[in-house]
């Protein structure tokens, strides 16, 4: 993990101000939603991309595969449930 040598403290509502330079350099801008991760002892934050959600198992990841011009989001998982679905309707046919 890259150190930004920015510190910030935490105000009495539990907020925190991400810097103008990092929200610039990652691309976020105001009213943007944020994912909240938690990693041991870590808070991570990320831009949220309801974008990538899976329609099947609605598992969110940049690693998802977008079909259809966007129009079918899957994740491997649901990818397989679908392939399988398919395969056993074709073998109806």
Do not use: F, H, W
Request: aromatic share 4%.
């Amino acid at each position: 993990m890259k150190s930004t040598g920015i510190v910030r403290k935490v105000d009495e509502l539990g907020r925190v101000v991400i810097p103008i330079e990092l929200r610039r350099t990652l691309g976020i801008n105001e009213k943007d939603s944020l994912e909240i991760y938690v990693d041991d002892d870590r808070i991570v934050l990320k831009k949220y991309k309801a974008g990538m959600t899976c329609q099947i198992t609605g598992e969110i990841s940049d690693e998802n595969l977008s079909l259809a011009n966007g129009k079918l989001v899957l994740s491997r998982e649901g990818a397989e449930l679908v392939l399988n679905e398919i395969k056993s309707y074709l073998e109806k046919a």
